[in-house]
């Protein structure tokens, strides 16, 4: 059954489902819901004999069903967890024959945190088949960044502290939308804060360390108001991150494509939004577009266009070389301010 982050955790709670599968690119949510699951179903002080946990790389079909079939102590549930099961490796018949039948004392819990479903593949396709028409499949993608900031204002609150949404809105675009890191940035905040605290943009840029995208679009800034200084600075903080050079390009080479088409956008008289529905790679970051539209304002399309044949030119040049990568790049930060003056 297909359901909502709020109806999962009202079905988990009533005992609504004993089968579960839980995937998708935000680890954190699979794991908590694995973990809640594990919560309701077997009572605190019962863990040792009603919560079994098994590696999906090194289970065998066969284990899976002893466990699962076995009676709970002294409860009428227990807890199967199975983490990064790979159903079409082993005995994949058993497994679903399995999972067709969960009894009503076991609750089975299967949680991809790095193994993820496979199209393509007959066995992935009738694993979460089954989990659907038995129990529930749920996939975890990545929250946008307005939904991310909200959880983060909650869970400030919840912490005895307060973070502004917008703030916390500002957290995710320096630090990236990954639950994981977000969440141990939040919690090192609000120690920081202390009880009752505030949370300021200026201690998430004192204490948070940003991710490439967001050290990057500072790059493009400085490279963009003729910053030269700035600029080679911030290269070289990259350098010493030890971050790759292709990737630095790749999200410089980003940077400039917004400007790009933004810019255009602007001409047609097309705002931000049916651009970000144009280019479904924006959904959820439609900020980038608003900036972009802001910051091409005074700069021409021949101009940007010059700007991106230099990068174009600095990746063929950066794959196909064997010299020195960041010299490469100093002298591709040196071209696009001098294209820019």
């Given amino acids: 059954m297909a359901m909502t982050e709020t109806q999962l955790k009202e079905t988990i709670k009533t005992g609504g489902a004993n089968l579960y599968v839980f995937y998708g690119a935000e680890g954190y949510l699979v794991e908590q819901y694995a973990r809640m699951v594990a919560r309701e179903t077997v009572e605190e002080g019962f863990d040792a004999f009603n919560l079994q946990r098994f590696d999906g790389q090194e289970v065998s079909a066969a284990e899976l069903e002893d466990a699962v079939e076995a009676l709970p102590l002294m409860t009428d549930r227990k807890c199967v967890l199975v983490r990064d099961l790979d159903p079409c490796s082993g005995d994949t018949d058993r497994l679903l024959r399995l999972m067709e039948g969960v009894p009503d004392s076991c609750v089975l819990v299967f949680w991809q945190m790095t193994v993820q479903p496979d199209s393509r593949k007959n066995g992935w396709k009738s694993f979460l088949k089954i989990a659907a028409d038995k129990g529930v499949a749920m996939k975890f993608d990545r929250k946008d960044p307005s939904d991310a900031a909200k959880l983060l204002a909650g869970g400030a609150k919840r912490r005895g502290c307060r973070l502004d949404v917008g703030d916390a809105y500002y957290l995710v675009e ?168």
């Fill in 174 to 341: 320096q630090v990236g939308n990954d639950l994981n890191l977000l969440i141990g940035e939040l919690d090192k905040l609000c120690a920081l804060a202390g009880d009752g605290g505030e949370i300021t943009k200026a201690m998430i840029d004192a204490a948070c360390p940003k991710n490439l995208e967001a050290k990057v679009f500072d790059l493009s800034k400085a490279i963009l108001y003729r910053r030269r200084q700035e600029a080679f600075d911030l290269l070289y903080q990259l350098r010493v991150r030890r971050e790759e050079p292709v990737a630095v390009l790749a999200v410089l080479s980003g940077a400039f494509a917004d400007l790009y088409r933004g810019k255009v956008a602007s001409a047609s008289g097309m705002p931000a939004e049916a651009l970000a529905r144009a280019f479904k790679s924006y959904k959820g970051k439609e900020w980038k577009l608003k900036n972009a539209l802001r910051d091409s304002a005074r700069i021409s399309v021949d101009t940007l266009r010059n700007c991106l044949e230099i990068l174009a030119e600095t990746d063929t040049t950066l794959k196909l070389r064997s010299g020195d990568e960041w010299v490469l790049l100093e002298q591709t930060v040196a071209r696009l301010s001098e294209a820019l003056r």
